[in-house]
């Protein structure tokens, strides 16, 4: 019991000690950088399937000139994969628009795949392989 006790008090210390403090929240939004961030789990047996489509909207979105988002392909957890977009400005509650670049995109996508069907159609294999996914808007001081 004793041994125990020295354990648990020995975590807290460490998490104490790792801990990271709260980030300062700037007065002026205008301070902050925003982000979107999806985590997405396919259904098993699909991931591969999920790059090659993948492939396709990045092509598309090169096309457009937009900016690229980070991914990052998860090797443990729930999530295969994780999607970090830049926003250019902070999002206003239920004010949510396309931007000139997913405009632009979808014209690329488009382009690219012949028709608006098409890409409707890819849009929704891709759909299809997806078992869950969660976004969040984030913010970063500058």
Same mark, same amino acid.
């Given at each position: 019991?004793?041994?125990? $006790? ?6 807290? #210390? ?6 990271? =403090?709260?980030?300062? #929240? =700037? !007065? ?9 961030? *999806?985590? @997405?789990?396919?259904?098993?047996? *699909? ?11 990045? !092509? $598309? ?16 957890? &729930?999530? %295969?994969? @994780?999607? *970090?977009?830049?926003? %250019?400005?902070?999002?206003?509650? %239920?004010?949510? *628009?396309?931007? =000139? ?17 098409? $890409?409707?159609? #890819? ?10 996914? @969660?976004? &969040?808007?984030?913010?970063?001081? &500058?």
């Amino acid at each position: 019991m004793k041994n125990l $006790a020295v354990f648990v008090s020995a975590l807290f #210390i460490s998490a104490s000690l790792f801990a990271h =403090p709260d980030e300062p #929240i =700037p !007065s002026d939004p205008s301070n902050y950088s925003w982000h979107t961030v *999806t985590l @997405v789990d396919y259904k098993p047996g *699909t991931e591969e399937s999920a790059r090659q489509l993948i492939k396709k909207f990045e !092509s $598309a979105s090169l096309a457009a000139g937009a900016e690229a988002p980070v991914i990052h392909w998860f090797e443990t957890g &729930k999530y %295969d994969l @994780v999607v *970090t977009w830049n926003l %250019d400005k902070s999002p206003e509650k %239920d004010q949510w *628009t396309w931007s =000139p670049e997913g405009e632009s995109f979808w014209k690329s996508l488009v382009a690219q795949e012949g028709s608006a069907e098409a $890409a409707r159609k #890819i849009q929704d294999e891709y759909n299809a392989l997806v078992a869950s996914s @969660v976004t &969040k808007v984030a913010r970063k001081a &500058k």
